[in-house]
């Protein structure tokens, strides 16, 4: 599985992230086919060039059909006939004469009508409609697809704002794993299952080559280390507020950062890290 950067507004370059995941965002119009793209091995394309992307249609209003005015046969009054077949009298100051054939006959000569017939129910004992219960549930299904949306861009949200809480010093007392970056990435490959059990959850403290430096989805800072794997590496990703300490890094520079591991979803995941030796 391929990881892939996109470019916002901005020009800021975001990822990486799966296959799967830019087809998700593709889909809710998140991504357009004017967005630049950029693939694993370096080359940038249009969304609307890559394969596989459906993107969310905007369907135009459809213009209302034209009303056309029925007053005495006129349609329009482009296409009014001539006045000839509608010669109307003119206004005289002779008192108005109804008629049988009168379309407007004098206001006291209209039938009253009876009022309509309403129903005999005591007010008292008629129910107010109530519109709280449905406008909770509105709600409570709006949140609902919100976390949907947000379990599909980023599985590892929960886990992530939850470590986001935890103090910076709560690592100290866990047990800390020196071990290079190529060593993680191969325990992971030969048996995940092992791996999770000796690595997940705990700190660890990962020696490398930096291959990327960028930021992820949720814009949250990350150093990528090199392993011997082509498409996979470790990724370490920073808090938000030691973005700056990420500034004077460089490509190919050799590091060390000590960080909890959440497992490998392709790459594996560093979280809450900090640099131990530039």
């Given at each position: ?96 004469t109804p008629s049988d054939f009168d379309p ?175």
């Amino acid at each position: 599985m391929a990881n892939w950067y996109y470019y916002n507004k901005n020009d800021e370059k975001i990822g990486p992230i799966s296959a799967a995941v830019l087809k998700e965002l593709a889909s809710q119009g998140l991504i357009t086919k004017e967005t630049k793209v950029e693939n694993s091995n370096g080359r940038t394309a249009l969304a609307g060039q890559v394969n596989g992307l459906t993107f969310a249609e905007t369907k135009k209003p459809e213009a209302p059909p034209p009303v056309e005015a029925e007053v005495y046969g006129l349609t329009s009054p482009s296409s009014a006939p001539p006045t000839a077949e509608f010669d109307f009298p003119a206004l005289t100051s002779e008192a108005h004469t109804p008629s049988d054939f009168d379309p407007f006959p004098p206001p006291a000569l209209i039938a009253p009508q009876a009022p309509p017939a309403t129903s005999k129910r005591p007010a008292a004992l008629k129910k107010p409609i109530v519109a709280i219960p449905v406008g909770c549930f509105a709600i409570f299904l709006f949140l609902i697809v919100l976390g949907i949306i947000g379990a599909i861009i980023d599985p590892e949200g929960m886990e992530r704002r939850k470590e986001a809480r935890e103090p910076r010093g709560s690592q100290v007392s866990d047990t800390t794993i020196d071990l290079s970056a190529g060593a993680l990435m191969s325990a992971y490959n030969a048996n995940k299952v092992s791996a999770d059990r000796d690595f997940k959850g705990k700190i660890l403290q990962v020696s490398g080559t930096i291959d990327t430096i960028g930021k992820d989805a949720l814009n949250s800072p990350y150093v990528a280390l090199k392993t011997k794997n082509p498409i996979f590496s470790v990724q370490c990703i920073f808090s938000k507020r030691d973005e700056a300490a990420l500034t004077s890094l460089r490509k190919g520079a050799s590091i060390t950062i000590k960080g909890k591991c959440s497992g490998a979803t392709g790459n594996v995941i560093l979280r809450n890290c900090s640099i131990v030796e530039p």
